[in-house]
């Protein structure tokens, strides 16, 4: 039955926590897909050795390394259409995704979000700044949200948003650890949604 499952590409940059709750999401069925790809910017991130832990196949893509931005997106593009790839998730990946990906992936590439969009969105607003400028600004409530990825940082449709609260005496960090929490229900929930074809995005 598995070959009938969707395969997705989850593009990381870091500790790729979400990514394994995309795993631990396909091993309950709670997400009908394989996982049949990681792609890092980063060839240290921590997410390729929980991706190697499940004998989940690999990729470094350091676009600096081909000889022109459109070398680079071919390439990747590539190994996307090699690896079967049908869907591409975005967990905690701080590129804007080539080109050619995006025109060839259409309503097909989700990302997740540590704030409440259109707020706390844009360059330079991940991870930890997201949580700092929140309680900077007496925000009373963040959360998680979850949209279509195109060539702008942050700015696909929204598909899905879950509110958390911000306490008085939150930092930065204890604001990360509930977000968190709530963006590993979130994920695989809104992609199997995608998949499955749930979602009005014509």
Not at 71 to 93: C, Q, R, T
Not at 136 to 156: F, M
Request: aromatic share 6%.
């Amino acid at each position: 039955m598995d070959i009938m499952k969707p395969k997705v590409a989850v593009f990381i940059s870091g500790g790729g926590s979400n990514l394994q709750a995309l795993i631990d999401a396909t091993k309950a069925n709670i997400l009908s897909a394989e996982i049949g790809l990681v792609v890092s910017n980063k060839s240290k991130a921590f997410g390729l050795t929980r991706a190697k832990n499940e004998n989940i196949k690999t990729f470094i893509f350091k676009s600096k390394k081909y000889l022109s931005p459109e070398d680079a997106g071919d390439k990747l593009l590539e190994i996307l259409k090699e690896n079967n790839i049908e869907y591409i998730a975005l967990s905690g990946y701080l590129r804007l995704l080539p080109k050619q990906v995006i025109e060839n992936y259409p309503k097909k590439i989700i990302n997740i979000h540590p704030a409440l969009l259109p707020k706390y969105g844009g360059k330079g607003m991940y991870g930890h700044f997201v949580h700092e400028a929140v309680i900077k600004n007496k925000e009373i409530e963040s959360g998680v949200t979850v949209h279509l990825a195109d060539e702008i940082y942050d700015n696909g449709k929204i598909l899905a948003q879950v509110k958390v609260p911000v306490m008085t005496e939150d930092t930065p960090e204890s604001l990360a650890e509930r977000v968190l929490k709530q963006e590993h229900r979130l994920f695989p929930r809104v992609l199997q949604k995608l998949i499955k074809g749930e979602y009005n995005i014509e």
